[in-house]
């Protein structure tokens, strides 16, 4: 069974940056795509980026220009760069396959929290 292990979480001022790291394991890692995905607090989880084999990348409006997705294959890891930071970007961050759905098994996440 795929399994998420996420890590990088925090409390950092706005402006400020982080970097995500997701290791998977359960599954053909470098043959699969993997998004990053984040629930803030009262509102529905909301796709952030994925990445797919030969690193083509994909992001939400709200994360263009500020975030960057990319993998290493040898380590089985996602990561999610964050810059310019916002008080809207805190949430719990997850990773998990590409297109993933709330029925679909999540790990426990990483907690971002921007002050402003």
């Known amino acids: 069974q795929a399994q998420f292990v996420e890590s990088g979480g925090g409390l950092v001022q706005a402006g400020g940056s982080l970097r995500l790291s997701c290791v998977a394991s359960g599954m053909a890692f470098s043959v699969k795509d993997f998004g990053w995905y984040r629930q803030a607090p009262g509102k529905q989880r909301e796709f952030v980026a994925d990445i797919r084999r030969f690193s083509y990348a994909y992001y939400a409006d709200s994360a263009k220009g500020r975030f960057t997705i990319s993998r290493d294959n040898a380590k089985n890891t996602v990561y999610l760069q964050m810059t310019n930071l916002t008080p809207e970007d805190t949430a719990i961050y997850y990773c998990?396959?590409?297109?993933?759905?709330?029925?679909?098994?999540w790990g426990q996440g990483t907690q971002v929290t921007v002050s402003s």
């Open positions: 998990n396959y590409r297109g993933a759905t709330p029925d679909d098994y």
